[in-house]
C-alpha cells in the first residue's frame, strides 16, 4: 500500500470504440466513443438505448453509469455482460475498476489481464493494469504494462500519455530500489496539528531539514512541494508530469523530484516522490501539501478536536463504519446532498464544502437564479476559480451522519471527475469535518466519522 503511484497516473475512463469478439456480436455506434470524448453522456446514452442488446452494449453502458458514478448500476451491467459472453474484454475491464475502487489490487489486476488478453491492443488495459500491479508491489509488472501503453500510442489521451512517460521515468530513476517506503514504530506518537484559515497544518522536516509548514490534505492524490522549497532544497528534478485540480485549466505541469527522507512526527517515508505546486497563494501559507495516502500503512485519525493526527494499526469500530469508494488515491464518499445523490471527495485540504456545478443544476441552481453567481475568489493547484454559485442551507447526510451546512458554494468541478473517471458531486471540506474525528481506512476502504 505505501508503493501507490503518487505521480496520479489519471483514471480516465476510456472512449474508444469497442472490439467485436466475436462475429456474431453486435459492435455499438462507433459514434459513441466520440461522444465519450466530448463528456456528452446523455447523447452517449440515447445511442446506447438504441442499439441491439448485446454483451459490448451492456459494458458500455456499465462505462456510462461508472463515469456517473453510479457504481452499483455499473457494476449490475458489467455482470449481465458477462453472463451474455464471458469474452467480453469491456467488462472485464469495468471490474477490474471496480475491484480497483474497493482496494483489491489481485482481483483487479487478474481482470485487467483478463481484458488484456482478449483485447491485447486496447491501451487503456494496460495502462490500468500497471497501477493494480503497482498496488501489489509487483514494479516489473507494472513497468512492463506501462511500456506497452505508450508503445500502442494511444490517441485523443495526451494527459495520460505524459504521466505514463513520467511513470517510466521514475521507476528508471529508482531502479529496483522501492519506493515510499515506511519506517515508523508500531505505534508511532500522535502528531500535533494546527488550524488557520480552515486547513489543517503540521510540521515536515525534509531530507534532515525543517521543519517546513505543510498542509495535511486527505484531497491530494500526491505530496508536493512549493518551487520554492524544492529550489532551497537543491532537489533535483527526475520528469514531468500534469497535476490536476480545481481552478484554471484544471491542470498545470509539475516537476517530479525525489526526496531522501520526509519526517512527519515519529513516522518517516524514505526514497518519496514529490510534485511541485508555484501557485503564489498556496505559497503564501504553505510550504507543501501532504496527501495522506502515503500513510496507507496506518490506520490515520484526523482528530479534529484535540487538533492532532493519530497512527495505529488497530481496526476502528466497525459499528460507525462508512463504506467509501478509492480513485487515483482519494476517497469519494457516497452522500445525499440536499436530496439529490452523489459522491463527494473527503478533503481536509478544502476550506469550505463545495458541490459541482452540476449538483447545483440538479438542487435547482444555476447562473440564471437571482442572487446565485458571486463574485469570490476561489483558487487551487489549477489556478483561479471561474464561476462561482452561492446555494441555499442544505443538508449532507452520509448513512451515518447528517450536517446542515448554511453557506455552500458550487464551482466547475468538470476536469477533477475527467481525472477520476467519474462523477465528482462535490467535496467535504472543513464546514463538514471540524468537529469530527475522521479516521482514513485505506485497506477496507471506508471511513470513520465520530464525535
Known amino acids: 500500500m505505501s508503493r501507490r503511484h503518487l505521480l496520479v497516473l489519471s483514471a480516465l475512463t ?11 456480436q453486435v459492435k455499438p455506434p462507433a459514434s459513441i466513443g466520440e461522444l465519450l470524448l466530448r463528456d456528452d453522456l446523455p447523447a452517449a446514452e440515447r445511442l446506447l438505448q438504441a442499439a441491439p442488446r448485446s454483451a459490448e452494449t451492456l459494458a458500455f453502458q456499465g462505462e456510462v453509469e461508472f463515469r456517473k458514478g453510479n457504481f452499483e448500476k455499473a ?3 458489467y455482470q449481465s455482460a458477462l453472463q451474455l459472453n464471458e469474452k467480453t474484454p469491456r467488462a472485464h475491464f469495468g471490474m477490474g475498476k471496480l475491484a480497483m475502487a474497493k482496494v483489491k489490487s ?11 488478453e482478449l483485447d491485447p491492443k486496447e491501451p487503456l488495459f494496460h495502462f490500468y493494469a500497471s497501477e493494480a500491479a503497482d498496488l501489489e508491489k509487483n514494479t516489473l509488472e507494472s513497468r ?17 500519455l505524459t504521466e505514463a512517460k513520467a511513470g517510466l521515468a521514475l521507476l528508471a530513476a529508482f531502479g529496483n530500489k522501492e519506493f515510499a517506503v515506511i519506517e515508523a514504530p508500531k505505534e508511532p506518537a500522535p502528531v500535533p496539528l494546527r488550524k488557520a484559515l480552515n486547513l489543517i497544518f503540521a510540521d515536515v522536516k525534509i531530507n534532515g531539514k525543517g521543519p517546513y509548514n505543510f498542509v495535511i490534505d486527505t484531497g491530494a492524490s500526491q505530496t508536493a512541494l512549493s518551487q520554492k522549497l524544492a529550489r532551497d532544497l537543491g532537489l533535483k528534478s527526475i520528469t514531468t508530469t500534469v497535476m490536476h485540480g480545481v481552478g484554471g485549466s484544471g491542470k498545470v505541469e509539475s516537476s517530479i523530484y525525489r526526496v531522501d527522507r520526509l519526517q512527519f512526527g515519529d513516522v518517516a517515508v524514505k526514497d518519496l516522490p514529490v510534485g511541485t505546486f508555484d501557485d503564489p497563494l498556496i505559497s503564501q501559507i504553505a510550504d507543501g501539501i501532504m496527501g495522506t495516502a502515503m500513510l496507507a500503512d496506518f490506520i490515520i485519525t484526523i482528530n479534529y478536536p484535540d487538533s492532532r493526527l493519530e497512527f495505529t494499526h488497530k481496526p476502528a469500530n466497525p459499528a460507525d463504519a462508512i463504506p467509501v469508494w478509492y480513485v487515483s488515491n482519494m476517497l469519494l464518499l457516497p452522500a445525499d446532498v440536499g436530496g439529490q445523490r ?13 458541490l459541482s456545478l452540476g449538483m447545483a443544476n440538479a438542487l435547482g441552481v444555476n447562473e440564471k437564479t437571482p442572487g446565485a453567481l458571486v463574485d469570490m475568489g476561489i483558487t487551487g493547484v489549477g489556478g483561479a476559480q471561474g464561476t462561482t454559485l452561492m446555494l441555499p442551507p442544505l443538508t449532507m447526510k452520509t448513512v451515518r451522519q447528517s450536517e446542515a451546512l448554511t453557506q455552500v458554494l458550487a464551482i466547475d468541478l468538470k476536469e477533477i471527475s475527467k481525472m477520476l473517471g467519474t462523477e465528482i458531486s462535490g467535496v467535504a471540506g472543513f464546514d463538514f469535518l471540524k468537529n469530527y474525528k475522521l479516521t482514513l481506512d485505506y485497506y477496507k476502504a471506508e471511513i470513520h466519522l465520530s464525535k
Open 14 to 24: 476510456s472512449f474508444l470504440t469497442i472490439t467485436a469478439v466475436t462475429p456474431a
Open 75 to 77: 457494476l449490475s451491467l
Open 106 to 116: 489481485k482481483e483487479a489486476l487478474a481482470s485487467f489481464k483478463r481484458a488484456i
Open 144 to 160: 512492463k504494462q506501462l511500456e506497452e501503453y505508450v508503445r500502442l500510442k494511444p490517441v485523443n489521451d495526451d494527459d495520460r
Open 342 to 354: 452523489g459522491n463527494v471527495i473527503v478533503d481536509t485540504g478544502a476550506i469550505t464544502t463545495v
